[in-house]
Structure formats: C-alpha cells, structure tokens
C-alpha cells in the first residue's frame, strides 16, 4: 500500500516547487488574501506555507489527508475550474513523499487543532495553537525515496523552480499578498514578496517596472475564448523563454501548443535566439477546456485548439502591426 501510494505520490509531486504550488493553490481555493511561503535548502528540507484562509475544522483534518476523500469535483463542481484543487490528491501525497503537518483553525471555531502524517502514517489530530487560517510544512520531502532524492537538482535550480511557480501564481491572484523567503540556515532572505494589488500593478511588479511601458495590450476574442494582457514589443526580448507567462481561466500553465502559438506570433519580427517576454491570459467556458491533462496540471487541452492557436497568433500580430512591427 505505501510503495503504490508512494508511486501516484510522485505523479504529484516531482519536486519541491510542485510541493509549494499545490500548498498555495489550496491556500488560494481556501480564500487566503495572504500567504506566506518558507522554504530551506531548496525546499527539501522545509516548505511551510501559511494562510489566513478559512481554515479546517478538526474534525476534518483526517479526511484532508486521505486520498480522493476531499477532491473539491463532485458533481455539482465537476466543471468548476476557477477552484484550483480538484483531485484531492495534494496533501495525501504529499503526506507520503515527506514528513507533513496542518495545522489550522477554521473560520468560527474556538480553538486551532494539527495533524501529522510521514510515510503515509497519520497521528490522531491534537488540540494546537493558531490565531486563524492554515500552516502547512513539510520537511524532508523524499526521505523515504532516495530515488527521488537524487534526482533533485541543486539547492540554487530547486530554489528558482519554487521563485518561478511562486511569480507565476502570484500574477494569476494580483490581490493576494504573497512573500517567499528562504529561510535556510535559520537566516530571512526574501526571494519574493508583492503587496495585493490589481493586474497591471501586479505584473509591473513581478515582470519589471518597465514591461507595461515597454509591451501591447491584447485583446482578441475567437470560438469562444477570451485573450487578454500583455505581450512585449520585440525590442524587450530576451535571451530566454522563462518570462513567458500563460494563464488558462486564471490558472497558470506550461503548454506546448501555447509557447508555440506564442513562438509563432512573433516569427517575423524575433530572430531565433530572442524570445517575447509576455503574460497573456485565455479565458473561456470550461466545457471549452480539459485542464486534467496531467496530475501537475499545467497542461492544457482546447476543445478547438487550432482556434486558440489562431487567436494567439492573430491577436499578438494584429497588436505588433498596429504598433508598426
Ligand atoms: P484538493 O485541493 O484537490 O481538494 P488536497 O489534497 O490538495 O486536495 O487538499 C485536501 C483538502 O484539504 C482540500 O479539499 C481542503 O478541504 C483542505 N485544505 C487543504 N489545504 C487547505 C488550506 N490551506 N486551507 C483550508 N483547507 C485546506
Ligand atoms: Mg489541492
């Protein structure tokens, strides 16, 4: 049981950084307008994420650590994506990859109750101190596989992996203060922090002062879907295709077909080493798109997705022309 719980575990969490986006999404689905993040060593030996959302009630902690018992689809949910979580899988697995404690206090309650869980092992809940919301650590990620372990990168690239999903959640949810420190070796570095705000201020504050000034409002609608944002002018590329930012009704996402109607977009006016610096947000009906892909979640499925392709394309070249590119 614990070696085929160990294995779907790893479905979910390929590393630190996946560990922390599925601790901040259910802070997010939880309501926080705050959330703290810590982590050391690259998040292996700690991740702790604190909430001020609503909570869990003691007598629910078990069952947010047991497998499908939570996931937030069930029936009348079930196409309801603007709700992050959807398998109930994050904090089972989690619980069996590492040694994981909540500790919460639901919204009305009197007092604040933890539960621990390491190898799949759950202690009974036990009464514990907490003002409000959620504090969700996990050490030691991957102890109980060394496989695993091994296969994590250095302390640095697991550290940008955290910063990088981090940024990205934090451009999805402008108005949630969101800070990331690195507390390894008992110091305080912050490697993000940015106070609510609306969208445009969000992303000036996490893409550069100097990208609104410097990209292209889109807006362009096809088949049904939406699109939204900003996209660089060719003279702010860069070097590098890690600021390309996409979000499919509010969630981020990696997606080929994406990157590459994006690649696309600017084929005329980037040479090939240079890549467009952009944050464009897709919205649309869910029954529109399947964001079950994969247990990571970051891929994407368009029912029609030759049309999205095109509203890319065409949205991000007709806003170029205008602009005289
Ligand atoms: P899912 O998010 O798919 O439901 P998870 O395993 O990630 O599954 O979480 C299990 C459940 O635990 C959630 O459905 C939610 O009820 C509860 N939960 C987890 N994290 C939090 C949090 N930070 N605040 C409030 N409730 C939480
Ligand atoms: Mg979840």
């Not at 700690?46 to 629910?60: E, F, M, N, P, S």
């Not at 949910?77 to 590492?98: H, K, Q």
């Not at 640095?156 to 940024?167: F, G, K, S, W």
């Not at 649309?284 to 890319?312: M, S, Y």
Request: net charge neutral; with cysteine; charged share 25%.
């Amino acid at each position: 049981e614990g070696a085929v719980n160990r294995i779907a575990a790893g479905e979910v969490v390929e590393r630190p950084a996946s560990a922390v986006k599925e601790l901040v999404e259910n802070a997010l689905d939880a309501g926080a307008r705050r959330i703290a993040i810590e982590i050391a060593d690259g998040g292996r030996t700690l991740i702790r994420v604190t909430d001020d959302g609503h909570g869990i009630a003691a007598a629910d902690l078990p069952l947010a650590l047991s497998r499908h018992a939570t996931s937030k689809i069930d029936g009348s949910d079930l196409l309801n994506i603007r709700s992050f979580g959807f398998r109930g899988e994050a904090l089972p697995s989690l619980g069996a990859v590492g040694r994981l404690t909540i500790t919460s206090r639901a919204a009305g309650s009197a007092e604040a109750a933890s539960i621990h869980v390491s190898g799949g092992r759950i202690d009974p809940p036990r009464p514990a101190a907490l003002r409000a919301g959620t504090v969700v650590e996990l050490r030691d990620l991957f102890h109980a596989t060394p496989a695993r372990l091994k296969f994590l990168r250095s302390e640095r690239a697991e550290t940008m992996a955290v910063t990088d999903a981090i940024r990205r959640l934090a451009m999805a949810e402008p108005g949630v203060a969101v800070t990331l420190r690195d507390v390894s070796d008992g110091g305080e570095r912050v490697l993000f922090r940015a106070d609510a705000a609306d969208r445009a201020a969000r992303l000036a504050a996490v893409l550069g002062r100097d990208f609104p000034e410097n990209a292209l409002e889109i807006a362009a609608e096809r088949a049904g879907v939406r699109l939204g944002g900003l996209a660089a002018l060719p003279t702010y590329s860069r070097g590098t295709a890690v600021h390309q930012y996409l979000f499919v009704n509010g969630r981020p996402v990696r997606d080929r077909m994406l990157t590459g109607a994006l690649r696309g977009a600017y084929m005329d006016v980037l040479s090939k080493d240079r890549h467009a610096v952009a944050a464009l947000f897709l919205d649309c009906d869910p029954v529109l798109v399947d964001v079950n892909v994969h247990p990571a979640k970051t891929e994407v499925r368009f029912r029609d997705a030759g049309a999205v392709r095109g509203l890319i394309v065409s949205g991000l070249r007709h806003a170029l022309a205008e602009a005289g590119h």
